[in-house]
């Protein structure tokens, strides 16, 4: 059973117009979420995080929103750019009491930049 | 800084060989990294954490002694794969923590 969904494999967005990438997860117990980048045939690289105590966390282009209520989380990019065409993870993890647990990830969305 | 490295990058190995992956924290040094393999298309699936001076402690259906692993030094975790076969080929990668978790570029694993 998928704990953390990505339920779109693919998202093609304009350059210059905003990138909307979409997750939901299951697990109640997650207080802690994180976005990745990553490119084929290489590791994730970290993008933002959030914690669950927060509902939104901005850093530059990328702002991370989180409603607890609904589950879901969301990674908005402004303006998009062609170097953000990429393969988007969402992850989550719990914090267990002897520190951070491995990080549960969703398939990801890979995100088309169009000129 | 938060720089992890892999190697090799890549092997291909006969059916039935080991082989061993290294993953080294370059610029800081990490009690805890973990261990991740990706199979295409799919997401990243945790296999094992890896906890320097101590065992590992695998995720359930990891099994611990096909996927050794060997956290000798705070800069450094080994996975070896034993008596590899063709359903273990993969992309493994492995993460050490410094606040987030930074990953490695990755080990793509072919077996013959």
């Known amino acids: 059973d998928q704990q953390v969904k990505q339920n779109s494999p693919s998202l093609s967005v304009q350059e210059g117009r905003i990138s909307i990438l979409n997750c939901d997860y299951t697990?109640?117990?997650?207080?802690?979420f994180l976005w990745y980048k990553k490119y084929p045939a290489e590791g994730p690289t970290f993008l933002i995080s959030i914690s669950s105590i927060k509902d939104k966390n901005e850093d530059g282009r990328f702002t991370v929103f989180l409603n607890k209520s609904a589950k879901h989380l969301s990674l908005h990019i402004v303006p998009s750019q062609p170097g953000d065409s990429a393969v988007y993870f969402c992850?989550?993890?719990?914090?267990?009491?002897?520190?951070?647990?491995?990080?549960?990830f969703g398939k990801g969305t890979h995100l088309i930049i169009q000129p | 800084g938060a720089v992890v490295s892999q190697h090799p990058s890549w092997v291909i190995c006969k059916s039935g060989t080991s082989v061993k992956i290294e993953c080294r924290s370059l610029?800081?040094?990490?009690?805890?990294m973990f261990w991740y393999r990706q199979f295409p298309k799919q997401s990243l699936m945790l296999m094992a954490t890896?906890?320097?001076?101590?065992?590992?402690?695998?995720e359930q259906g990891v099994e611990k002694d096909k996927f050794l692993i060997n956290h000798a030094s705070l800069t450094l975790s080994t996975l070896t794969v034993t008596s590899a076969h063709p359903e273990d080929s993969s992309f493994y990668i492995c993460?050490?923590?410094?606040?987030?978790?930074?990953f490695g570029p990755g080990t793509r694993l072919t077996v013959l």
């Open positions: 992850a989550a993890r719990t914090y267990s009491g002897g520190g951070a647990d491995g990080l549960t």
């Open positions: 993460s050490a923590t410094l606040n987030e978790q930074f």
């Open positions: 697990n109640s117990m997650f207080d802690y």
């Open positions: 890896s906890n320097e001076g101590s065992k590992a402690t695998y």
């Open positions: 610029d800081f040094q990490a009690t805890t």
